[in-house]
C-alpha cells in the first residue's frame, strides 16, 4: 500500500457498499439485493468467501483485519465497522 491510500480517510458507509458489491459478485445477485443488518451466514458465505472478502477489504481499506473476524462479526454493517478503524474514519 502506498502510504497516501494508508492516509486516506474511508466511511463505513463506503465498506459496507464494498461489501455489498463483493458478495453479490461471488452470490450473482445485485448489490441492493444484501441488506447490511443480516448475518454474513444468511447468504451462505463459507470460510474460503470469507477469507476473499476480508482480503477485499484489507485492500480497500488498507487496513490489517483478522480473517476470523468473519466468524465473529454476524452482519455486514458490523464487519465493515470492523474494517474501518476509527482513525482513518471519515469525520
Given at each position: 500500500m502506498?502510504?497516501?491510500?494508508?492516509?486516506?480517510?474511508?466511511?463505513?458507509?463506503?465498506?459496507?457498499?464494498?461489501?455489498?458489491?463483493?458478495?453479490?459478485?461471488?452470490?450473482?445477485m445485485?448489490?441492493?439485493?444484501?441488506?447490511?443488518?443480516?448475518?454474513?451466514?444468511?447468504?451462505g458465505?463459507?470460510?474460503?468467501?470469507?477469507?476473499?472478502?476480508?482480503?477485499?477489504?484489507?485492500?480497500?481499506?488498507?487496513?490489517?483485519?483478522?480473517?476470523?473476524?468473519?466468524?465473529n462479526?454476524?452482519?455486514?454493517?458490523?464487519?465493515?465497522?470492523a474494517a474501518?478503524?476509527?482513525?482513518?474514519?471519515?469525520?
Amino acid at each position: 500500500m502506498t502510504g497516501a491510500r494508508e492516509e486516506q480517510d474511508v466511511s463505513i458507509e463506503a465498506a459496507v457498499e464494498v461489501i455489498r458489491r463483493h458478495l453479490a459478485e461471488l452470490l450473482a445477485m445485485e448489490p441492493g439485493e444484501i441488506d447490511p443488518e443480516l448475518p454474513l451466514s444468511a447468504y451462505g458465505l463459507d470460510s474460503q468467501s470469507g477469507v476473499s472478502l476480508v482480503v477485499v477489504l484489507e485492500e480497500w481499506s488498507g487496513t490489517s483485519i483478522d480473517a476470523g473476524i468473519v466468524m465473529n462479526r454476524p452482519s455486514v454493517a458490523d464487519l465493515a465497522a470492523a474494517a474501518v478503524p476509527p482513525r482513518k474514519r471519515r469525520r
